[in-house]
């Protein structure tokens, strides 16, 4: 389309540039107002108002957020939940990523009879609305000793997951001739063989968006971390709930933004850095509809 | 006439019977794991919820049957209600605007312009980050004392009043608009992507034939994207749908429960309130609201293929 | 080198009515180069695919120097597969792509690298070991594509359209390529084209494929110059051969047809005396354009030569001739004239028509009629 387009009439492209730029702005200014409020007293947040720079740039809103706020009944700030998410997030990620590699690759290549079938409850997996399961998973966690543990979140988190990545997978190992499996299947590669040394060493765009995607969704994840889990185990989301919305004493939204600063980091890294496998996570799960 | 020494065949293994029955089971064994998690895990836990939403169970299942009370119970019931509205008002115009504005600025991107990848970074960085963060700053900067409105206010505007946020009936258009900054740029995203795979020959006809612009636009592109008009609104159906987490960061359902949405009631009656029963039912009228959205639209997809 | 028997391959795919495969017998001898040919949707790849093991076969059997391996696995069957595409695997270099089957056999490594060396030296691509397929032009890819079935000197050589994806020049160069180290190498190869110049200029035997039948197996020569049905007449050749529907007549120095053209202009051609039973009735006449020429004087005192003067529609020069488009029975027939002897479109010309080598065709069963 782009080639078609002329970058001519003045008029009209001022005003598109005005509007993009303007968005931008609606954009970034709350990730500015976040930040800007971390850094300030909450003398000054009640003196100033949302946009002003802070009168004395501080770093204690940050520093109570990590280590002393309250979140809920404790009061030791959220750096141990933000261990938590990522000893609940990294496992998740890589065990559904794997799974799904695996299932994208049978489905996509050595489809059986009743193989469309399961894709077809895969892909409606991916719809399903999370509130019919989190009665029965609750009960079974409880069951398998694992409710309130990290592990519980983990084996959430990939039976969830594993429908989306295997999703990304199939649909990439389906872009791959067959001809390239069968020329393989005659040089006598067997099952494994091909996977391994034919599909995986041409995987790594696939496998960078399943990764950060899945982390991106299962960091970022609050509804499982509250109902499955509480106190100890509890994921960042669930802690930075509960500290912005216990209303014990004097609300102190330096600490609140710090805090939610601190919970979109990770995300927010893995975004500026890899971004582009994010989009095609994004786009790639939707064109299918 | 050079003649090929025949080398003495050397296979792998002998061929064997029972690795040939291995491979051929192989494929299925692989995916068994995913099989019993997902059958599990969702099917067999959606029929779970489905018994119990027939059941008087409150904080602890009991498996009596009583038929549609819960669901009879759901259809009286002043804050379900309440939330089913606002999930028609809240999903409504969260699609409608976040489809205007994607497209709008889909198409402002599309037309040659400079950092375009940098000004795409800055639409989607939202996505990126959690419901609860977007709902904890949204909450901050809509504050009724110190936020908007003094901001307003320190600007010159003194008379600007927005307490939307604590009032009962304008809360649910803050939890729309904390929505449509998060979710607007992949909309963005998506039409972007569609717009650059639009056949440039059929514009290019179009040029010659002496249509202007916006007129291709509206009369021959926008037409031709109509599948990702409709995987826009899946999507975003769907978003809406589940949405709780917005909820609870920036209302928690309040003030009362006049933001409340289904994903709310579900958790509040499941896990708080001890009704389970009514709880269960709840969740599966949101699985019976999906459905109304998927299954129309696989049926056409499906029947579009078989036109072709 | 080895011999292949297909008998009585047959193949219908689950849920699909028809088969595809409706019963394929075909002997290959042993350093036979037997080409598959027919239009798309023939049957020739899946047909190919069944030797490989690619897929199963309904009914019959393949049976590989007095084995039946119908059942065996791909790798066990010691095949190997040239495809259209090339299928090299992109992560790896040239070496490892042509050592890849060696290695999954447990072969030595100086072994491997022996084979390796011997086949680069053979398809003149050593400079090319370490580079990815990416990097190569597709005419390298080709030859990559064909080194590894060498590496693996299996029983059969199984060539499914390699050419294709080539453009025409290289197209050229290649079969020439091929059809030396088929002579050089004297494997037994089983060879899948929709192009038939290329069965013809490469196969020892050609198999002309329709519907998943067989329609003919002969030489090259035998295909051309006497095809069984319309079918293999028309599918052959390039012009095609041209039908024109006559009536055999008894004329006075023989058995004759009558061809007119659009503008009323006629000529009694002579026909084969074999055709007598056919007095009165409709026969099909299938004449190859090299059949229609400019009248050559060494051919005047010829039987089975006759002249006729007709209006030219077309003409479209080639080089080496011109081809002509005349009307015959309200039929298209192109003949082949001497570009050193002018022909105006839209008037008439001079033609000869040489009836030795036209074939004669049944209108009903559309087989040919052959002496007797």
């Not at chain 2, 109509?226 to 975003?236: D, E, G």
Request: proline residues 5%.
């Amino acid at each position: 389309m782009t080639d078609v387009v002329r970058t001519g009439f003045r008029p009209s492209r001022v005003a598109i540039y005005g509007v993009l730029l303007l968005a931008a702005l609606v954009y970034m200014i709350p990730l500015f107002i976040m930040l800007v409020t971390s850094f300030k007293t909450p003398m000054d947040i009640r003196t100033g108002n949302l946009m002003a720079l802070p009168a004395d740039w501080t770093t204690i809103g940050w520093t109570k957020a990590w280590s002393e706020a309250c979140t809920g009944v404790e009061c030791n700030g959220i750096s141990g939940y933000f261990w938590n998410s990522f000893k609940m997030t990294v496992p998740a990620v890589l065990i559904s990523t794997l799974l799904g590699a695996f299932n994208g690759y049978v489905l996509s290549k050595w489809k059986f009879k009743g193989s469309d079938l399961f894709f077809g409850m895969l892909l409606f997996g991916c719809f399903v609305p999370f509130q019919v399961v989190l009665l029965p998973m609750a009960a079974t966690l409880g069951q398998l000793g694992l409710a309130n543990t990290t592990t519980g979140l983990v084996l959430v988190h990939v039976i969830y997951g594993v429908a989306f990545t295997t999703l990304f997978f199939r649909n990439y190992y389906v872009a791959i001739p067959d001809a390239l499996i069968k020329a393989a299947r005659l040089d006598g590669a067997g099952f494994f063989t091909i996977f391994f040394r034919i599909l995986l060493p041409m995987s790594t765009p696939i496998f960078m968006v399943s990764l950060i995607w899945q982390f991106t969704q299962i960091w970022n994840d609050f509804l499982f971390g509250v109902v499955f889990a509480s106190g100890d185990s509890q994921p960042i989301t669930v802690a930075l709930n509960n500290l912005v919305n216990t209303s014990t004493g004097v609300k102190e939204y330096n600490v609140d933004m710090a805090a939610a600063m601190i919970a979109a980091l990770p995300t927010l890294v893995v975004y500026i850095v890899a971004g582009k496998y994010f989009i095609r996570g994004l786009t790639a799960g939707s064109v299918k509809g | 006439m050079e003649h090929i020494q025949r080398r003495p065949v050397r296979v792998a293994r002998a061929p064997s019977r029972l690795l040939d029955g291995l491979q051929r089971w192989l494929p299925k064994l692989v995916v068994a794991p995913t099989f019993v998690l997902i059958g599990v895990g969702i099917y067999g836990y959606m029929l779970w919820t489905g018994v119990l939403s027939f059941t008087s169970s409150s904080f602890l299942p009991v498996y009596d049957f009583v038929g549609f009370d819960q669901y009879a119970k759901l259809m009286t019931n002043d804050r379900w209600l309440t939330a089913s509205v606002n999930l028609g008002i809240f999903g409504g115009l969260f699609i409608l605007s976040c489809l205007l504005i994607g497209v709008v600025l889909a198409i402002f991107l599309d037309q040659k312009i400079r950092q375009e990848g940098a000004i795409r970074t800055i639409y989607l960085y939202p996505m990126a980050l959690s419901m609860i963060v977007t709902g904890t700053v949204w909450k901050w900067i809509l504050n009724p004392s110190l936020g908007l409105e003094k901001l307003m206010h320190d600007w010159g505007w003194t008379s600007f009043s927005f307490d939307w946020l604590v009032n009962s009936d304008m809360a649910i258009y803050t939890i729309v608009m904390a929505a449509v900054w998060q979710a607007s740029g992949f909309v963005m995203a998506l039409f972007l992507a569609g717009l650059r795979g639009v056949d440039s020959s059929i514009i290019r006809a179009a040029r010659v034939d002496g249509a202007s612009l916006p007129l291709i636009y509206w009369k021959i592109i926008l037409p031709s994207l109509r599948p990702v008009f409709f995987s826009a609104v899946m999507v975003l159906a769907h978003i809406a749908i589940k949405s709780f987490d917005l909820v609870m960061a920036m209302t928690a359902g309040g003030p009362g429960y006049s933001t409340d949405l289904p994903a709310v009631f579900m958790y509040a009656h499941t896990f708080t309130r001890g009704q389970m029963g009514l709880g269960s039912a709840s969740a599966m009228l949101m699985l019976g609201a999906i459905l109304a959205l998927i299954v129309p639209y696989l049926y056409s997809e499906l029947r579009e293929k078989r036109h072709d | 080198m080895s011999q292949l028997e297909l008998r009585s391959i047959r193949k219908t795919y689950p849920g699909v009515a028809e088969e595809t495969l409706k019963g394929i017998d075909i002997d290959i001898a042993s350093g036979e180069f037997l080409i598959l040919v027919g239009p798309s949707g023939c049957g020739k790849s899946t047909l190919m695919n069944t030797i490989a093991g690619l897929e199963t076969i309904t009914n019959g059997s393949i049976v590989l120097d007095g084995k039946d391996i119908s059942t065996m696995e791909p790798k066990d069957r010691d095949i190997a597969m040239v495809f259209q595409s090339y299928a090299l695997y992109p992560t790896m270099s040239v070496r490892e792509n042509i050592a890849f089957g060696l290695k999954i056999r447990g072969l030595p490594k100086h072994e491997i690298d022996q084979e390796v060396e011997r086949v680069a030296d053979l398809l003149q691509i050593s400079q090319l070991l370490n580079k990815k397929p990416a990097n190569l032009s597709g005419g390298q890819q080709q030859r990559v594509a064909m080194g590894r079935a060498l590496a693996r000197r299996p029983r059969i050589y199984l060539f499914d359209e390699p050419l294709s994806n080539l453009d025409a020049k290289l197209r050229v160069e290649m079969r020439t390529e091929i059809k030396k180290l088929h002579q050089r190498l004297k494997t037994t190869i089983v060879y899948v084209t929709h192009d038939q110049i290329e069965a013809m200029t490469l196969a020892d035997r050609i198999a002309v494929l329709k519907d998943g039948e067989l329609q003919q197996l002969g030489t090259p020569k035998e295909v051309y110059d006497r095809p069984e049905n319309l079918f293999v007449a028309g599918f052959m050749g390039s012009p095609a051969m041209s039908f024109v529907p006559v009536t055999v007549e008894q004329g006075e120095g023989g058995l004759e047809a009558e061809v007119r053209g659009n503008d009323g202009r006629a000529v009694k051609l002579p026909v084969p005396e074999f055709l007598v039973d056919r007095v009165g009735k409709k026969v099909i006449l299938g004449i190859r354009p090299e059949h229609i020429t400019q009248p050559q004087d060494q051919k005047n005192e010829q039987t089975l030569v006759a002249k006729g003067e007709f209006t030219i529609e077309v003409t479209e020069p080639t080089g080496p001739d011109v081809i002509a488009l005349i009307q015959l029975n309200d039929t298209n027939v192109h003949c082949r004239i001497d570009p050193e002897h002018p022909v105006t479109w839209g008037e008439t010309a001079e033609l000869m028509f040489d009836m030795k080598k036209v074939v004669f065709f049944d209108p009903d069963t559309e087989k040919r009629i052959a002496p007797h």
